[in-house]
């Protein structure tokens, strides 16, 4: 459903200015770099179960509690970080997620090591562009079959909290498919100026 606001028609976010400016210089934007691809991973784990606004308010203290996605220095966290981030109120507490974080940053370094960058692996799955934009949400798929391809080979390589569904949400926010909506102001550009 596209909503206008200040006379710009967005698919989502319109009527908070954090989720607006992240509808419009974020979302859908390709993204690259093993940090940078580390911090939509385990931003999209953490999502699960919240609503994507939670985890973009609490993100700055993400980036501040995970040293900035770097990760070879979330990979050396030990079970007194995890005991600090649990006691952190400016991210999500819980255990799983946060170990999944830690997790997911040694099995980067892990690709690393072996040759291959998370950036490579991730961006190998992209499907060939849309040319006909969907024009209702019900009509954008919850996963597909390179989503579902990309969550195989990310668990082939340690990583966890990479389901088929999570998956395509990351490869929707970091541009490797444009799903913004028919009429939308970001349908035709990669970031707004």
Known sequence: MITETNDLRRCFGSGDPLY????????GVPVHGDAALLERIV???AQSGLSWITILRKRESYRTAFRG?????????GAADVERLLHDPGIVRNRLKIESAIVNARATVA????GRSLEELFWSYAPPPRTTPYATWSE????????AALAKA???AGFVF???TTMYAAMQACGLVNDHLEGCIARDRQALP
């Not at 607006?20 to 979302?27: L, P």
């Not at 690709?111 to 072996?114: P, V």
């Open 111 to 114: 690709l690393r090591e072996s």
């Open 162 to 164: 990479v389901g088929p």
């Open 140 to 147: 954008v798929p919850s996963s597909t079959p390179e989503s």
């Open 69 to 77: 996605f770097d990760p070879d220095a979330v990979a050396a966290f």
């Open 43 to 45: 931003l999209e784990g």
């Open 154 to 156: 990310l668990k082939k």
């Open 20 to 27: 607006e400016a992240y509808h419009d210089h974020e979302w």
